[in-house]
C-alpha cells in the first residue's frame, strides 16, 4: 500500500473489510477533506475511481476507526520506551543487574529514569533496598516507579535532592514524599529528552492502530511545561490526537494549558499495589485501609466550579471508600446545579476498580463516565493474582465489573494509564472480553466499542470513533485472521458467524490466538504510520 499523508485529497480504499454499522458487508471506503465521504460495496466502489486522487488496494485487509486510549501518560511512556524498563524482571537480582547495565550505558545522564518494578511477583518479595540500588548504580541518582506509579524507590543521591523525603531507609516512598521525589527526578529531564520520549510514545502509539490518547497530566505526575509541550509537539505533527487533562483543582490553570477539564488522575487515593487505595475496610494483607486525598466536600467543590465553567471534572479513584467519596461529592454538586447540568458535563472517573451496585446505580445517575483499564484485570486478577492477596479472594472477584456498568448504562472509556500497562489496543479489548471473572466479561463488540467510539463520548464528542459519512477519517488497517460475529445475546466467549445478525465483524481474540497486526493508521485523512513493506 502506498502512503497517503494529504488531508485535502480523495482515497478509494476497496477490496478489504470494513467494520461500519452504516453497512455491515462494506468492502470499499471513501475518505475526503479528512472525513468519511461513503462506505459501501466492492461493486459500487467503481463509480468512484475515476474521481479519486489515490486507490489503496486493502487485499483483503480489515478497516476500522482508530483505538482511542483513554488515559495515558505520555512522557513516562516514551521514557519507559527509551529509558530502563523493569516490568519484565522476574526477580530483584536480575532487576539489579539491569540497574547495573543500564547505568553503564549512559553515564551523562543527570538522574537514571526507570519504571515497571512489581516485588509482588518476585520469589524474594520485597523492593530493592536503598543500599542495594546505590551500589548499582555507583552512588548516582536514580527514580525507579513502580509498575502502579504510586510508590517508587531512590537512591540516596536524589534523596539528598529533596530535604526530608527520605523516610524509612528501604520503604518505598509513597504519597507526598513520592510525589516531590518524583518531581526532583523529572525536573532533571531536558527539553529535548522530554520532546524525544513524547515523540517515541506518540509514533509507538501510532504503529498500533491508536488514533487519540487522553493525557492525564497534573502537578503531582508531570509537570504544566510538560502538558503545554505535547499540546505543542501533537498539534505541529501528524501523529495520534492528543486531548489533555490537568489534574488539579484550579480550573483556570486547567484552561490556561489547554486542557479540556480539571480531571484525570486528581488522586481521591492511590492504587492497590501500593496500599494507598482507599478501602471502607482493611486491606487483607495490611493494617490499615489505605489513604484518602479528597473528601466529598472537596469533590463536590470541584464538580460545580468545573460544570460552571464548562470543563470536565474528574477523579482517580480505585477502593470502594474512594469511589463512595466520589459519589457523595458528585450527587451534593447535582443538588446544588441540578441533575441535567451536571449529567451533561459527563464528569470522569478514571480506574473506578471497586464499585458496588449501590456506586455503580449512582455512576449512571450522574452521567459519569468510567474510564477503565481492563489489563489491570489480566495483570492482576485471578484467584492468585495481587488483588487477591491485597483484599483476599471474595473482595477481589467483585472487582472491575465492565458488564454491570455496561448493563446499567454506564459509559465505558477503555485506555491502558501507560505506562503501567502496555498500549495494546487489542489487547486491552481481549482482556475485557476474557475478564479473569466470568461475570464480569463483556462482547468482544462492546469492548471494540469502549476502545474506540467510547473516548471519544468521555470527551463530549458522539460524531466520531466509528466509520459512518461525515466522522473523521481516523482509521486503521490490520492484517488479522478470520473475522467472526458475537451473537448478540451472547456476552462471554461463544461466536457467531452467522451474516443474519447484520453486525460487522471483529477478529476472534480467543486466548492463545495471534492479535491482529497494525499496517496503517490514519487521523483526519492524513497517514500517521504505515508498516515497513506495506
Known amino acids: 500500500m ?90 530483584l537480582g536480575e532487576a539489579l543487574a539491569l540497574v547495573r547495565d543500564f547505568a553503564a550505558a549512559r553515564p551523562g545522564d543527570r538522574v537514571l529514569l526507570g519504571h515497571g518494578w512489581d516485588a509482588s511477583r518476585w520469589p524474594e518479595g520485597r523492593p530493592p533496598a536503598r543500599a542495594e540500588l546505590d551500589a548499582a548504580t555507583g552512588g548516582r541518582p536514580l527514580y525507579l516507579s513502580r509498575i502502579d506509579v504510586h510508590s517508587a524507590v531512590a537512591t540516596t543521591a536524589l534523596l539528598d535532592l529533596v530535604p526530608g523525603a527520605g523516610g524509612r531507609a528501604d520503604a518505598p516512598l509513597t504519597g507526598d514524599a513520592h510525589h516531590a521525589v518524583r518531581a526532583a527526578a523529572f525536573a532533571a529531564i531536558t527539553p529535548a529528552q522530554r520532546t524525544e520520549a513524547q515523540r517515541a510514545a506518540l509514533a509507538h502509539a501510532a504503529s498500533l492502530g491508536i488514533g487519540t490518547v487522553h493525557e492525564c ?35 483556570d490553570k486547567a484552561r490556561e494549558l489547554g486542557a479540556i477539564g480539571a480531571a484525570g488522575d486528581l488522586f481521591v487515593d492511590g492504587a492497590l499495589g501500593s496500599h494507598t487505595a482507599c478501602l471502607h475496610h482493611p486491606y487483607a494483607d495490611a493494617a490499615h485501609a489505605g489513604t484518602a486525598y479528597l473528601d ?59 464499585l458496588t451496585p449501590e456506586t455503580i446505580a449512582a455512576f449512571a445517575e450522574l452521567g459519569l463516565t468510567a474510564s477503565v483499564q481492563p489489563a489491570f484485570d489480566a495483570l492482576w486478577g485471578g484467584e492468585d493474582g495481587m488483588y487477591a492477596r491485597r483484599l483476599g479472594a471474595e473482595r477481589a472477584r467483585t472487582l472491575n465489573p465492565f458488564a454491570a ?130
Open 296 to 354: 466529598a466536600d472537596e469533590v463536590a467543590a470541584h464538580v460545580v466550579a468545573c460544570t460552571e465553567a464548562g470543563l470536565q471534572a474528574g477523579f482517580h479513584a480505585i477502593g470502594d471508600a474512594a469511589v463512595t467519596t466520589v459519589v457523595e461529592g458528585v450527587r451534593a454538586a447535582a443538588e446544588k446545579l441540578g441533575l441535567a447540568r451536571v449529567r451533561a458535563a459527563r464528569h470522569r472517573v478514571e480506574h473506578a476498580e471497586m
Open 2 to 91: 502506498s502512503e497517503s499523508s494529504v488531508p485535502s485529497q480523495t482515497v478509494l480504499l476497496r477490496r478489504g473489510e470494513v467494520h461500519s454499522p452504516a453497512d455491515p458487508f462494506a468492502t470499499a471506503m471513501v475518505v475526503e477533506r479528512g472525513q468519511i465521504a461513503w462506505v459501501g460495496s466492492e461493486g459500487a466502489a467503481d463509480a468512484f475511481a475515476d474521481g479519486v486522487d489515490e486507490v489503496v488496494d486493502l487485499d483483503g485487509a480489515l478497516v476500522t476507526p482508530a483505538f482511542t486510549d483513554a488515559h495515558v501518560h505520555t512522557t513516562a511512556t516514551g521514557l519507559a520506551l527509551t529509558g530502563l524498563d523493569l516490568s519484565g524482571a522476574a526477580s
Open 405 to 534: 456498568l455496561l448493563r446499567a448504562g454506564v459509559p465505558l472509556a477503555f485506555g491502558s494509564d501507560s505506562p503501567v500497562t502496555p498500549l495494546d489496543p487489542w489487547g486491552t479489548v481481549r482482556a475485557a472480553a476474557f475478564h479473569r471473572t466470568p461475570e464480569h466479561r463483556v462482547s468482544v463488540r462492546a469492548a471494540f466499542t469502549a476502545h474506540t467510539r467510547g473516548g471519544w463520548r468521555a470527551i463530549g464528542r458522539d460524531d466520531a470513533g466509528v466509520l459512518v459519512p461525515g466522522a473523521p477519517a481516523d482509521y486503521a488497517v490490520w492484517r488479522t485472521g478470520e473475522l467472526v460475529v458475537q451473537a448478540p445475546d451472547d456476552r462471554v466467549a461463544r461466536w457467531s458467524t452467522d451474516p443474519r445478525s447484520g453486525t460487522p465483524g471483529l477478529p476472534d481474540l480467543t486466548p492463545g490466538r495471534d492479535l491482529p497486526v497494525c499496517l496503517r493508521t490514519v487521523v483526519g485523512g492524513r497517514t500517521v504510520f504505515v508498516r515497513p513493506g506495506e
Open 217 to 251: 497530566a497534573g502537578p503531582e505526575i508531570s509537570s504544566a511545561d510538560d502538558l503545554a509541550g505535547l499540546l505543542r509537539l501533537a498539534a505541529g505533527q501528524a501523529g495520534p490526537r492528543v486531548v489533555g487533562y490537568w489534574a488539579e483543582q484550579d480550573v
